[in-house]
């Protein structure tokens, strides 16, 4: 057998960095080979209590036998046929359409990144305009329509700031940046770009940058803007759809938004996402005869995902989970809170349901300027001696820390006692 370092090297010959994805690429640099409930375990065998999920998706645990048999037998039946539709594919727009309250008609895509994309073009071919606000520190994809501005240092908030090479600067200088829970700000902006911003997005609570709320009055100002300025308002919520709730968060804070996203949580870690929304915007899609945005992807709809969302969304409304996270999210915080406070580490325990994230400093954190106040060595340096003693919190800041309906009390309270030994032990490293 290969050792850790073996296959790593491999990893690295082949594919740049080792990893199909930037963020997987963080020291410790893990090789993994399995993972079961709440649980992870390395190519050596150490077992981990994992808070990361996968960034979102797995709201039921890794390899949920309800997701996994549904898979199963609609492979056993099915393959991706490229013409018409199948039955479970509109079984499970009928769900989101039922369920998210700005879903007057939905239309599957393969990543978050992919509906947010056409949501944008969507939004700007039904205005006729072609600029779009975005806010500072907030990741809606890694495409180059909202890029910009996202993994930005202290001395280039706000500024121009691409966030990668590459980018087509015409639509760098197309996206204007806001700052989070200011409404006079967007307001600001919205006033000097009159008659030329397509659309706002938002993601309803901003989870790449921790975990920082935005308050309902913020929201609800962001919807009266909108409709004052003709703008269409893109709620993003690939983290929070299906993740807070069956409506995602607008059926929560009651701010109906004209196009929304949403992918993770909605397929357990399929690929699978969804942009929904008011008739007369999706309408524009060319999936309708009438249609002139162009709206294609030869895995669109596959049978395997498809399944997966419907298995999960058919969980969720049998099954008491979102009480059940959002009660262990709870009393996680708390807990934590209680821990760094007795050992007076000056940390605040942030987060919802069941998304936490501790930020070393004091509160209150309304912006990216906020949560940049965060010592974040500190942070990662106690993420490390979490995953030396098993629990595995993802070594990056300001990562959320997020559980499943598989995390159970006691595991939980493994965390707990580790993070006590840490503190205790280790004086916080
Ligand atoms: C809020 C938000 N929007 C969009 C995306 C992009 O989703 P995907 O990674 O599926 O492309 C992410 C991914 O983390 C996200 O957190």
Not at 124 to 151: M, P, S
Not at 296 to 317: K, M
Request: proline share 4%; charged share 25%; hydrophobic share 40%.
């Amino acid at each position: 057998m290969f050792t850790k370092q073996e296959m790593i090297d491999r990893a690295k010959a082949v594919m740049p960095g080792g990893v199909n994805s930037s963020i997987r690429n963080i020291e410790p640099f893990m090789m993994w080979k399995e993972g079961d409930g709440a649980y992870l375990w390395d190519w050596d065998g150490k077992k981990y209590v994992d808070y990361n999920g996968c960034w979102g998706p797995y709201i039921l645990g890794y390899n949920s036998p309800v997701v996994k048999n549904a898979v199963i037998e609609s492979i056993d039946r099915h393959d991706q046929y490229g013409v018409g539709v199948t039955e479970l594919e509109i079984e499970l727009a009928e769900r989101i359409c039922k369920h998210v309250p700005c879903a007057d008609k939905a239309l599957a895509c393969s990543s978050g990144s992919e509906a947010t994309y056409h949501a944008i073009r969507a939004a700007r071919a039904f205005t006729g305009r072609e600029k779009v606000i975005k806010f500072q520190g907030c990741f809606y994809g890694w495409h180059d329509y909202v890029l910009r501005n996202c993994y930005t240092p202290a001395d280039m908030l706000y500024k121009r700031n691409p966030n990668s090479a590459g980018m087509f600067d015409a639509a760098v200088d197309a996206t204007l940046v806001c700052r989070l829970n200011d409404l006079e700000n967007v307001e600001r902006t919205m006033n000097r770009n009159k008659g030329e911003v397509a659309a706002l997005i938002v993601e309803p609570i901003a989870h790449n940058l921790g975990c920082v709320k935005l308050s309902d009055e913020f929201l609800k100002g962001l919807r009266r803007l909108c409709d004052e300025h003709g703008i269409v308002l893109i709620f993003d919520e690939v983290i929070t759809g299906f993740r807070v709730g069956l409506g995602g968060y607008q059926g929560i804070c009651g701010v109906i938004p004209d196009l929304t996203t949403m992918g993770k949580a909605l397929g357990s870690g399929y690929p699978i996402a969804f942009i929904m929304g008011r008739d007369e915007i999706m309408n524009t899609f060319s999936t309708n005869s009438e249609g002139n945005v162009s709206f294609q992807g030869t895995t669109n709809g596959h049978p395997a995902c498809v399944a997966a969302a419907i298995a999960t969304i058919d969980f969720l409304e049998k099954e008491p989970v979102f009480d059940s996270i959002f009660e262990l999210g709870d009393y996680f915080r708390k807990n934590m809170q209680w821990l760094f406070d007795q050992y007076e580490q000056g940390v605040s325990v942030i987060g919802y349901g069941s998304i936490s994230v501790p930020i070393w400093a004091e509160g209150p954190f309304n912006n990216h300027e906020d949560i940049l106040r965060g010592d974040a060595e500190k942070s990662i340096a106690f993420r490390k001696a979490m995953i030396e003693r098993g629990h595995y919190w993802a070594p990056a800041e300001p990562k959320r820390l997020t559980i499943s309906y598989a995390h159970k009390k006691e595991d939980i309270d493994s965390t707990l006692e580790a993070m006590e030994y840490v503190l205790k032990e280790e004086g916080n490293t």
